[in-house]
């Protein structure tokens, strides 16, 4: 079965400091990968999903992940965050197979300081 | 456009009571519905998730379980809840293909006294 790894538990940062956030999966076969994010007070929302193609994906709020496939990793990142930005972020991954579950890692909480 | 609805977004129980947390859909059919829950430092955990009425597969042995009586409602139950059954429970949907995100309703903070 597919697993996900999230390397940091808790980051913080200041304003305009860049961010990467580390994940890792564990499944041979093909995936569809996500990166979700929990603003405090919220439900999950999707920032960005990566099927096929380019492995460079953009998402919203300026963020992109890369996905790596010879290291199984799908980091995200973002060149300047933002106060706002403060949330907890989860990465996710699912077989490309029709009725297969998302699978999440344990989350990164980011606190961004103005 | 599809909607997702989860109730109660509160709920304290004491040791020993029943539970049913209910989560429907609308706008899609025959979606793939899921609960999560979801613990600090743990992040979501997979519940059960079900491709169809009546079929339901369960990820982790515990305490609880589910059906879907409906093509989009999705029921969570315990005969008798423990103390650690305490936790934010969240249900999703997606579309029944390959290549889709889930969507997930507000979540349910259950509190068992």
């Known amino acids: 079965a597919q697993s996900v790894s999230q390397h940091n538990h808790h980051v913080i940062l200041s304003e305009a400091a860049s961010l990467e956030l580390g994940c890792n999966y564990s499944?041979?076969?093909?995936?569809?990968l996500f990166w979700y994010v929990q603003y405090p007070g919220q439900h999950l929302q999707l920032l960005l999903k990566?099927?096929?193609?380019?492995?460079l994906v953009k998402g919203i709020k300026g963020f992109e992940a890369e996905f790596i496939k010879s290291k199984f990793s799908f980091n995200l990142r973002k060149p300047s965050v933002q106060w706002s930005d403060t949330a907890e972020y989860f990465c996710?991954?699912?077989?490309?197979?029709?009725?297969?579950?998302?699978?999440f890692g344990k989350g990164t909480t980011l606190s961004v300081s103005s | 456009s599809q909607t997702i609805h989860q109730w109660p977004a509160t709920l304290v129980q004491p040791v020993g009571s029943p539970l049913s947390l209910e989560c429907t859909v609308e706008?899609?059919?025959?979606?793939?519905l899921y609960w999560y829950r979801q613990a600090a430092g743990r992040g979501l955990q997979l519940l059960f998730y079900?491709?169809?009425?009546?079929?339901i597969s369960s990820e982790v042995p515990q305490n609880l379980s589910a059906s879907r009586p409906q093509d989009r409602q999705f029921i969570l139950s315990s005969k008798k809840l423990l103390l650690s059954d305490s936790g934010f429970y969240l249900c999703?949907?997606?579309?029944?293909?390959?290549?889709?995100?889930?969507?997930f309703g507000q979540g349910t903070r259950l509190t068992v006294v």
């Open positions: 999703a949907w997606s579309i029944g293909t390959v290549n889709t995100e889930a969507f």
């Open positions: 499944y041979g076969g093909t995936v569809n």
């Open positions: 990566y099927f096929s193609g380019d492995p």
């Open positions: 996710a991954v699912k077989t490309n197979q029709a009725g297969t579950a998302l699978i």
């Open positions: 706008g899609t059919s025959n979606p793939n």
């Open positions: 079900s491709v169809g009425i009546g079929q």
